[in-house]
């Protein structure tokens, strides 16, 4: 019984998650509607803004579980250049030509990243200048593409602020939920965190941007769909990994810095080559992409063993 508490909890605590994420992303989306953002700036600002990765890494991380609290922001990297972008590719063709300089701030935000990790330890100074290096990497990515995507209207619902503040409120107990049905399952199944974070929590949590990929990509504006994973990406590998240590430095173990990193870092590498050579997504790039991440996640199981 005891063991189906604790996965009752983890699947409690990733359904929370997103659905206080939904919560919080609606009232953003009513609110910025109000200003009259443009497209681009709600998908890759306010889209890319995941409250959701974001509390499952410091719940995880202030539970003592830091390869899974790293694997959110990398795994959900990962999952989002590959998969994300392949099962969008493969659903609706994603052909759009990005300004080269979107795919280079796309393809060098992870770099600093990288680079303060070599130590294995984010520290909060790391974590302070990733931060700010995010402020730098997206304004580069919103100014190289501003003027490729024309406004769009966001829907106009009732008590913007409140379900803010409502999203939130759920966040933070979904946070906590997640964090301890996590350590209860690697406790009881000796699953390693690392591999947990990566794969499945990143693959969970971050299922729902499939559907933010494909829905525009289905009604003709395939940009608007790629800024969402592009956007993200760089609040991943930027914000939410300085936040996270910010909030408690984080130690990286052997196969996080061997494996997880240079597989988030290199999957951007890739998305960005494939958009500036093809011109977009096809279904066989698509395809490619899937099948590569099918081969991440088998290759983390085999090294997790």
């Not at 024309?150 to 979904?174: D, E, M, N, T, Y």
């Not at 173990?253 to 998305?271: E, F």
Request: proline letters at 3%; a positive charge; charged letters at 10%.
């Amino acid at each position: 019984m005891s063991s189906v508490v604790s996965l009752a909890m983890l699947v409690g605590g990733v359904v929370l998650v997103v659905a206080g994420a939904e919560l919080f992303f609606e009232g953003v989306l009513s609110a910025a509607g109000r200003f009259g953002i443009s497209a681009f700036a709600l998908t890759v600002v306010v889209s890319g803004f995941e409250v959701e990765n974001l509390a499952a890494g410091i719940a995880t991380n202030l539970q003592g579980l830091q390869g899974a609290a790293a694997g959110t922001f990398l795994g959900g990297t990962t999952f989002l250049a590959l998969a994300v972008a392949g099962v969008g590719a493969l659903i609706a063709p994603l052909q759009a030509r990005l300004p080269r300089a979107a795919l280079f701030w796309t393809a060098a935000a992870p770099l600093p990243l990288s680079a303060l990790a070599v130590d294995g330890t984010l520290s909060r100074l790391d974590g302070g200048i990733l931060v700010s290096w995010f402020a730098v990497a997206l304004f580069g990515l919103w100014r190289s593409g501003r003027a490729l995507v024309g406004s769009a209207q966001a829907p106009r619902k009732r008590f913007a602020i409140l379900r803010i503040l409502a999203g939130l409120a759920v966040l933070g107990v979904a946070g906590e939920l997640l964090g301890e049905g996590l350590r209860r399952v690697v406790g009881r199944f000796g699953i390693s965190d690392s591999l947990l974070g990566n794969t499945a929590v990143a693959a969970s949590v971050e299922a729902e941007e499939v559907g933010r990929v494909a829905l525009p990509a289905r009604r003709g504006r395939p940009d608007v769909a790629l800024g969402n994973v592009l956007g993200t990406i760089v609040h991943f590998v930027c914000l939410n990994a300085g936040v996270i240590a910010l909030v408690r430095p984080l130690d990286l173990d052997g196969v996080t810095r061997a494996l997880h990193l240079p597989v988030a870092a290199g999957s951007s590498l890739v998305l960005a080559l494939l958009l500036g050579v093809r011109g977009g997504l096809g279904r066989v790039e698509g395809a490619f992409l899937v099948a590569a991440y099918c081969a991440y996640v088998a290759t983390a199981v085999v090294v997790s063993v």
